[in-house]
C-alpha cells in the first residue's frame, strides 16, 4: 500500500493563478480531508468528504474547491491564489467519519506552496 | 482565545530524560483526546488516543487526560534522538462526523540530545 499520495510536493504560484492540489489514497478509506498548517495556528480543516460524490466546508474553506468523483481521489483546487494561502497542505483519510473517536485518520507528506 | 493551547517550545532534554508535553483545552465536550508526531517535512501520524479520563500506556509513551482540569499530557521515558520531532495534540467529540470536527493544538518542537 502506498498509503496517501500527495502531489506536488513544492510549488511556487504567482498571486491569482490557479492550480490542483493532487491527492490518493489506496486504502478504500471513504472518509477523506484537506488541512493547511501555518506556523503557530495548528492544522486546520479546509474541506472534507465523507464519501465519493459528498463533500463539504471546514474551518477554512474561503478560496479553495474540491471535489470527489471516486473514492481514491480528493484534489484540492485553488481558484485565484493569493499570499495568504502560502501553507503547508495536508491530505488525509480514513475508514469512516469517526476518526479520532474511534479510528486513525492517515495523512499524507504535505505539499509546500508559496504564492508569491 | 484558541480551544486548545500548546506550548511550541522548543524543548531541549538529553537523551534518556523523561519528556513531559502538555495541552489545554476549554471545550468541555471534547471526549476523545490524541496525540500525533510529526517529523520535519513529513505528514502527522497518529501515536496515542485515548477516551475520556485516565491513563494510557503504549511502550515507551503514556498518555493522560485530567478532564476536571481541561488537561493532557504525553510522558516519553528513556528518550531517544529519534524522537525529536514536533508533537501536536488534538481533540474531537464523538459525532456523526468526529473527523471534521478534530480540533489540532499548534504543536510542541521537541529536540534529544545524544
Known amino acids: 500500500n502506498a498509503g496517501v499520495t500527495q502531489t506536488p510536493k513544492f510549488q511556487v504560484l504567482k498571486t491569482g493563478q490557479s492550480m490542483t492540489l493532487q491527492c490518493a489514497q489506496d486504502?478504500?478509506?471513504?472518509?477523506m480531508s484537506w488541512y493547511r498548517q501555518d506556523p503557530g495556528m495548528g492544522l486546520r480543516l479546509i474541506h472534507y468528504?465523507?464519501?465519493?460524490?459528498?463533500?463539504d466546508q471546514g474551518e477554512v474553506p474561503n478560496g479553495y474547491n474540491v471535489s470527489r468523483s471516486t473514492t481514491e481521489d480528493f484534489p484540492l483546487r485553488l481558484l485565484s491564489a493569493a499570499p495568504s494561502q502560502t501553507s503547508v497542505y495536508f491530505c488525509?483519510?480514513?475508514?469512516?467519519?469517526?476518526?479520532?473517536?474511534?479510528?486513525?485518520?492517515?495523512f499524507g507528506p504535505g505539499t509546500r506552496l508559496l504564492v508569491l | 482565545q484558541k480551544e486548545v493551547e500548546q506550548d511550541p517550545g522548543p524543548l531541549s532534554v538529553p537523551e534518556g530524560a523523561i519528556v513531559s508535553l502538555n495541552c489545554t483545552y476549554s471545550n468541555s465536550a471534547f471526549q476523545y483526546f490524541m496525540w500525533y508526531r510529526q517529523y520535519s517535512r513529513k505528514g502527522p501520524e497518529l501515536l496515542m488516543y485515548?477516551?475520556?479520563?485516565g491513563n494510557k500506556e503504549d511502550g515507551r509513551f503514556t498518555a493522560q487526560v485530567d478532564k476536571s482540569s481541561k488537561y493532557i499530557s504525553l510522558f516519553i521515558r528513556d528518550s531517544q534522538p529519534s524522537d525529536s520531532a514536533t508533537y501536536l495534540c488534538?481533540?474531537?467529540?464523538?459525532?456523526?462526523?468526529?473527523?471534521?470536527?478534530?480540533?489540532f493544538g499548534s504543536g510542541t518542537r521537541l529536540s534529544i540530545r545524544p
Open positions: 488525509a483519510s480514513s475508514f469512516s467519519s469517526l476518526a479520532g473517536a474511534t479510528e486513525t485518520q492517515y
Open positions: 485515548t477516551y475520556s479520563s
Open positions: 486504502m478504500n478509506h471513504e472518509y
Open positions: 488534538a481533540m474531537t467529540r464523538l459525532s456523526y462526523s468526529s473527523a471534521s470536527k478534530i480540533i
Open positions: 468528504s465523507v464519501g465519493a460524490g459528498i463533500t
